[in-house]
């Protein structure tokens, strides 16, 4: 998978990493039993720290998205076979709506965290 | 693919490692059957069953100078690659590997079946040459394999020019930093290295409990071809800041390209017996070193010198689109 990091961006590092791997999951693109590269691999990858990713895995981990095993490395687990197709579909068409109102992402943001509630 | 202008270097050692030593191995394995040509039967069984036991027979000199004739048709093809098109390492390790392995295996496993007639009054009472085969085929490809490494590694030639255009490119700002990773392995990897596993170990303890002989070869044999395709069988794909980086599971033999001699990157199709040969670590047309695991999507990239690259991977498109993107980064630096 293709993994990036935006030095500029507003979210941490750390985040943005493991947003990613929630993304790849949710997509299919990771599936259960893939194994991640390791977090020393990454973080030269991605010229970052291995704090950096190890953040992101132990978030990841903690989530239970990934397991964490000595020597294995990071292995995603079997709710990264969660299919989150539905939701993807109604969260595309929240964010057409959202752009046609022209409505900022921060907004749009916003209003799901209350939904969230 | 372009770059067939470019010089091929180290002509001279890849002629000497591809012809010029597998031939004074030849004449070695000529010699020593001289010394103990007298005592050979005649005729001397020159070909084996399944069942390991003679069953065509004829003059040994026929038997050794048809083996030295394919010899040197095969190193011939090999002086040719590596001469001819050898334009990187790879290519020319590929070649001087290829030339040594033939012309050391193929005459001194003949010898070596000579060798195990000295004496017999009949040539029906020959022995098994499987040990004589193994042995000769095992210590040929060591023997290349020190050859292989002795060709000089890739010359460093960054690129003189910018990368096309057109060329495939990916949405990248400058405060942005990615790694692109897949892996690639043969159709059922784990099904040929499970299997493979248990069958050599139940062989194995065949051969070495019940004493069967052919247990035991036959356990050798399909560990040797399980070892292979597992460590061959599986490569890891990366483009990051420091160019493309290939390596299989063993990690050796891996591939790098730095960022400053990516010529372009691109996305092909690869048919493994049309376009190489067959599968493997191999060397196609103009000597593009292939990566080849399966048939289809392909990773190709044309580096500086004339060295092309192909690895069937899948989502090459976002390999190549990356390595581009990146290699522009390098370039304004």
Not at chain 2, 306 to 325: E, F, K, P, S, Y
Request: charged letters at 20%; proline letters at 5%.
């Amino acid at each position: 998978m293709l993994f990036r990091i935006d030095f500029a961006g507003a979210e941490p590092l750390f985040r943005q990493l493991a947003d990613q791997i929630r993304a790849a999951a949710a997509r299919g693109d990771l599936r259960p039993g893939q194994r991640l590269p390791s977090a020393r691999e990454l973080a030269d990858s991605l010229d970052i720290s291995l704090h950096t990713v190890l953040h992101a895995y132990q978030e990841l981990r903690d989530e239970g998205l990934i397991e964490l095993r000595r020597g294995r490395g990071a292995v995603l687990t079997g709710a990264a076979a969660q299919d989150l197709r539905q939701l993807r579909d109604a969260l595309t068409s929240a964010a057409a709506e959202a752009k046609r109102r022209g409505l900022s992402l921060d907004t749009t943001i916003g209003l799901l965290k209350e939904a969230f509630r | 693919m372009t770059g067939q202008h470019s010089p091929v270097p180290h002509r001279l050692l890849t002629a000497v490692l591809t012809i010029v030593v597998p031939l004074l191995f030849a004449a070695g394995a000529v010699i020593w059957v001289l010394s103990f040509a007298a005592e050979l039967p005649d005729p001397v069984a020159v070909h084996w069953g399944a069942d390991g036991r003679p069953d065509g027979f004829g003059p040994w000199q026929s038997a050794i100078g048809m083996m030295i004739l394919i010899a040197l048709l095969m190193c011939g093809l090999a002086a040719a690659i590596g001469i001819r098109s050898g334009r990187a390492a790879a290519t020319r390790r590929l070649a001087v590997f290829l030339g040594l392995w033939s012309g050391i295996a193929l005459p001194w496993f003949i010898a070596g079946t000579l060798h195990l007639q000295r004496g017999l009054a009949d040539a029906r009472q020959a022995p098994d040459v499987n040990p004589a085969l193994w042995a000769g085929f095992a210590g040929a490809a060591l023997i290349a394999a020190v050859g292989a490494l002795l060709v000089p590694g890739d010359a460093r030639m960054p690129a003189a020019d910018a990368v096309p255009a057109d060329a495939i490119r990916l949405r990248l700002s400058d405060s942005e930093a990615a790694s692109w990773r897949r892996s690639v392995e043969i159709p059922g990897f784990h099904w040929i290295a499970g299997i493979g596993g248990v069958a050599t170990v139940v062989l194995a303890v065949l051969g070495l409990w019940r004493g069967m002989l052919w247990a035991d070869l036959w356990a050798g044999t399909v560990g040797f071809l399980t070892v292979l395709l597992v460590a061959l069988g599986r490569w890891r794909v990366v483009v990051d800041h420091t160019g493309l980086t290939v390596s299989p599971l063993i990690s050796r033999p891996r591939t790098h390209v730095p960022l400053d001699e990516v010529v372009q990157a691109e996305v092909g199709s690869i048919s493994p017996l049309g376009d190489f040969g067959g599968w493997g670590y191999r060397v196609g047309r103009e000597g593009t070193v292939g990566i080849v695991v399966r048939s289809g999507e392909a990773l190709t990239v044309q580096r500086t010198g004339g060295r092309n690259l192909a690895i069937t991977v899948d989502d090459a498109a976002t390999g190549a689109a990356l390595l581009n993107t990146l290699a522009d980064r390098a370039r304004r630096r």
